[in-house]
């Protein structure tokens, strides 16, 4: 993906500089403009899309206070009822205290580990774009071999090694899922890196590292923003499939992906509610994120 | 043109609507114009006056939300508004030939010269590929590519500019079209091939008999190649008539304004004169005389009604206070 | 030149595949305690472990084993699976067979569609059926592959039974295969991988044919009468496919990430599915033999797009 910045960025890193007084105006002018260049209905819906999982998952527990590991051995599954809205599993546990506890879990580990990979990629990309020409080669070429080998490849060998938890999951995740961001920021940072006024900026001594911060990355946010909601999507996709597999987030806590393989073991009694929910749920917040990114890019293209 | 002579084109009170409803918008309204064979007429106006649109409505080529809301566009014996979308194509290959400005661009990257000019006559003349080889060879000869044996199964990136051209004009006369529609063919060239394209387009037409249109917005490549003039504004017809006749004394001021805004090699030292303000847009065409805004004759007269037609079939317009006194 | 980009071309994806290797090594020597390890379970006994080590070679510093890893794979020698009592090279043959036969299937079927799809979208670009195929690109898209295939298990396998909700045909332990049962078993895994295969290419696509459609040349086309059919397949087509073929080498990981779950969801044997057998009962020489075979088969999958496309593009530059 080769986007070409739009003017206004060129403009905030020319014009934002810290007049005394004008902090808190600059401020809120360029939240304004930054809300304003990213406005798009795909925008707001894939971000109200996910804000609603946000809060059934994390606010959902709180108003709905059931334990989402209580068994009750009399109501094995149940069709979703008043009592049980989502259903009961085979084990009697209630189906939407299980689905909030997943969507904790999932989304957790989705946001955190994208958090990590940003790091990780705009900080290789980065290293690339900067040093010079041969250690270029070198790192791309590694990069390549990496690219190789598709992320989910790599986290299912480390899941056959590594104890499973959200924490090991956040890092192994986030630390596998970045070289493909690391690519586009190096290709951005190399583009940015011939223009006017980073040569400026070079001609009047600033240093590699500044540069790299002040008028790289800030030059980039807008398409790391757009790539970061990609990411978020990808790695709820991938954590859901490592769950799915077995080699997620293990029983007895909830994730939406393990949710959905202990339906899909129930399949052929054909309780729909233990499949169609955590599906959906899955389904949901990836497409919101995918739909946000989309709208963001959308405004980036200018259409 | 009387109705009898069937060979050339004749166009009555031609409309073009875009949209529907409350929102629907003429871009072209009441155009009327006959094109005999072996004539040529100008199309001039600016950009946006609807010259290209006129082009478009008489290939049947409009695009999406675009119609053909009343008149009728007579080629030789067809009435071309009421044909089916299989007709029509039949008739765009064969008959109506075009060419457009950038022949570069209009050209198939990935198709060879000759599977290009070949197409439509493989399709419409009915020509076996053989056959079609030896017609587009004869083509490219006729219209001056040096080579052409060698350049047939070239492909357009390999020419250039004013070959390119060539090919295009070798490709809308594949079937001997009737009449042949000419965009803007040589604003992309430079003098030189301009001089030769347009002379090249003299010779076919005289050579076939054809109808041709010569679109542009240069008054001066009118007066050289064209037998009759129409000056388009905002989409409606504001002065026609016969070359001689326009370019001796133009009655509309904005045709007036036009060749005031040529520059002459007779006339230097003397100050160009511009057109001030812009053509209005589609969706804000005024009631009255559409010129009226950027007019200096304009008087509250002329924004109340569109103004009546005046002067003969060879030579007419639409304007109370023409140059020249009025008639 | 053409020679010389060929050869700038093989050189990467040599350097690649070098270091690919060297990512695989270090990777099965990151393992907690060793290889073995994890070979015998983390309660082995000392000696045992010693025992192993000896065998394995692993006793030598870490550049002689790097050597003989080498060594190994040019012998196609990739390590002996204690959970299935084979060597795994001996294991992989029917597997990827099987994988590479599904995988293409699928692939296939979504470029066929997405060709399609991605050409109505085109020409109906910023009109409401194009917007709505938009629309379901985006949707089918995010839809996971593993839903997708429990859904397709419970509506076509067990609702009305069309197809076998997985497993592969013929009868694997006496080797006589039923190519129509087999086929009919690759049925619903071929449409899972090829649905959001085909949401992603077509979306690309149609992109493409959109912008192809908008040009002049396009205009001369149906300025010359020629029919709509004939616009679409003859010149839009001509067009538009040609990153194509880039573009499914960029695919290989996705097919791959596709594959693995659904040969998983649908129990299908493959590659995907020793993978997560083999991780679930912590076979590490088939894992880790299975990461770089299919490291190399993306490495070569994109040398071989690279190389038909730059053949492609001479032929049309210099016929």
């Known amino acids: 993906m080769s ?200 001609q009047f001594g600033a240093s590699t590292l500044y540069i790299a911060r002040v008028h790289l990355l800030r030059s980039m946010l807008p398409i790391l923003i757009v790539n970061a909601t990609f990411m978020v999507a990808d790695l ?46 899955i389904f949901l917040a990836i497409v919101a994120m995918n739909v946000l990114g989309q709208g963001l890019l959308a405004r980036l293209e200018g259409r | 043109m009387k109705a009898g002579e069937s060979s050339g084109l004749q166009v009555r009170n031609l409309s073009v609507t875009f949209g529907r409803g409350r929102k629907a918008f003429q871009v072209i309204e009441d155009l009327s114009f006959d094109i005999a064979a072996g004539e040529t007429l100008g199309l001039v106006g600016e950009s946006g006056s609807g010259k290209s649109m006129t082009a478009a409505a008489l290939m049947g080529l409009l695009p999406w939300g675009g119609r053909v809301s009343s008149g009728s566009v007579r080629l030789g014996e067809t009435e071309m508004t009421r044909l089916s979308n299989a007709a029509l194509r039949a008739v765009r290959g064969r008959e109506i030939g075009m060419i457009f400005q950038n022949p570069l661009s209009s050209l198939n990257p990935s198709l060879t010269i000759v599977q290009q000019i070949a197409e439509p006559y493989c399709l419409y003349c009915g020509a076996s590929i053989s ?132 520059p002459r090699l007779m006339s230097v030292g003397k100050r160009l004169t511009d057109i001030d303000g812009l053509p209005p847009r589609p969706q804000e065409f005024p009631r009255g005389c559409r010129f009226a805004e950027r007019c200096p004759a304009m008087t509250p007269e002329c924004l109340t009604a569109y103004p009546e037609r005046t002067g003969t079939d060879a030579h007419h317009f639409f304007c109370i206070h023409p140059v020249g006194g009025a008639a | 030149m053409m020679r010389r980009m060929i050869f700038n071309r093989l050189r990467t994806s040599i350097l690649s595949l070098i270091l690919l290797v060297t990512i695989v090594f270090f990777l099965i020597h990151a393992t907690p305690g060793g290889p073995a390890y994890s070979i015998l379970g983390m309660h082995a006994t000392p000696d045992a472990v010693a025992a192993l080590n000896k065998e394995m070679g692993l006793d030598h510093p870490l550049w002689q084993q790097y050597a003989i890893w080498w060594e190994h794979l040019f012998e196609g020698n990739l390590g002996y ?159 538009a496919i040609r990153p194509l073929v880039t573009v499914i080498g960029m695919m290989i990981p996705g097919i791959f990430v596709g594959g693995i779950l659904t040969e998983s969801v649908f129990n299908y044997p493959g590659l995907g599915w020793l993978l997560w057998r083999s991780a679930l009962e912590q076979d590490y020489p088939t894992l880790s033999a299975i990461v770089l075979l299919i490291g190399v088969l993306t490495i070569l999958g994109n040398l071989a797009a690279d190389l038909t496309n730059s053949i492609l593009d001479v032929r049309v530059r210099y016929e």
């Open chain 2, 131 to 262: 056959a079609a080889r030896t017609h587009a060879l004869k083509l490219l000869k006729e219209v001056g590519v040096p080579d052409a044996e060698k350049r047939l199964d070239d492909y357009p990136h390999q020419f250039s500019g004013g070959m390119r051209q060539r090919v295009m004009i070798a490709m809308a006369l594949a079937c001997n079209p009737r009449l042949l529609i000419a965009d803007e063919p040589t604003t992309a060239l430079d003098v030189i091939n301009q001089a030769q394209i347009l002379r090249l387009i003299q010779r076919l037409q005289k050579e076939q008999g054809m109808a041709v249109i010569f679109i542009t917005h240069d008054l001066s490549l009118v007066a050289e190649y064209a037998h009759k003039v129409m000056v388009l504004y905002a989409g409606k017809t504001v002065e026609q008539g016969s070359a001689e006749d326009f370019f001796q004394a133009p009655r509309h001021p904005y045709s007036q304004a036009l060749l005031n805004a040529i």
């Open chain 1, 236 to 281: 709820i996709l991938a954590l859901s499939g490592l769950s799915f597999l077995g080699l997620g987030i293990q029983p007895p806590h909830a994730s939406w992906g393990g949710l959905l393989n202990d339906g899909l073991q129930l399949v052929i009694i054909g309780p729909w509610w233990l499949i169609v929910f955590p599906g959906v749920a």
């Open chain 1, 3 to 202: 986007s070409s910045p739009t003017d206004m960025n060129v403009n905030n890193s020319l014009v934002a500089r810290p007049i005394p007084g004008m902090f808190t105006r600059i401020w809120t002018d360029s939240l304004r403009h930054w809300v304003g260049q990213f406005s798009h209905p795909m925008t707001w819906t894939g971000l109200g899309l996910f804000v609603f999982l946000l809060l059934f998952s994390w606010v959902g527990p709180i108003l709905y206070p059931a334990n989402p590991l209580a068994i009750h051995a009399n109501h094995l599954l149940l069709a979703p009822s008043w009592q049980y809205p989502f259903g009961t599993d085979n084990l009697g546990r209630n189906m939407l205290a299980r689905m909030m506890d997943g969507g904790k879990a999932t989304l957790e580990v989705g946001l955190l580990g994208a958090v990590i990979a940003m790091f990780l990629g705009i900080l290789y990309g980065m290293i690339a774009a900067m040093s010079p020409r041969w250690l270029d080669k070198v790192l791309m070429r590694l990069l390549d071999a990496l690219l190789a080998l598709p992320g989910i490849v790599l986290m299912i060998f480390f899941a056959a090694i590594i104890p499973l938890n959200t924490l090991s999951l956040i890092l192994v995740l986030g630390c596998l899922s970045w070289p493909g961001l690391a690519r586009i920021v190096r290709n951005e940072a190399l583009a940015y890196k011939e223009r006017d006024y980073v040569l400026a900026a070079r």
């Open chain 3, 81 to 239: 699976s204690f959970t299935q009592h084979a060597s795994v090279a001996s294991l992989m043959g029917s597997y990827l067979a099987n994988s590479i036969i599904l995988y293409v299937l699928a692939t296939l079927v979504a470029i066929f569609f997405s060709i399609i799809i991605g050409m109505f979208q085109g020409y109906w670009a910023e009109r409401t059926p194009g917007v709505l195929i938009g629309a379901g690109q985006i949707i089918v898209y995010s839809i996971p592959t593993f839903f997708i295939g429990v859904m397709l298990i419970l509506f076509f396998a067990i609702y009305v039974s069309w197809f076998p909700p997985g497993g592969i045909g013929g009868d694997q332990s006496t080797g006589a295969l039923n190519i129509g049962s087999y086929f009919h078993h690759m049925v619903l895994p071929a449409i899972t991988i090829a649905l959001p295969l085909t949401a992603g290419l077509s979306r690309y696509f149609g992109h493409q044919a959109r912008s192809e459609y908008r040009l002049d040349y396009v205009r001369t086309a149906w300025a010359r009468g020629i029919p709509p059919l004939r616009i679409a397949v003859n010149h839009v087509l001509r067009n």
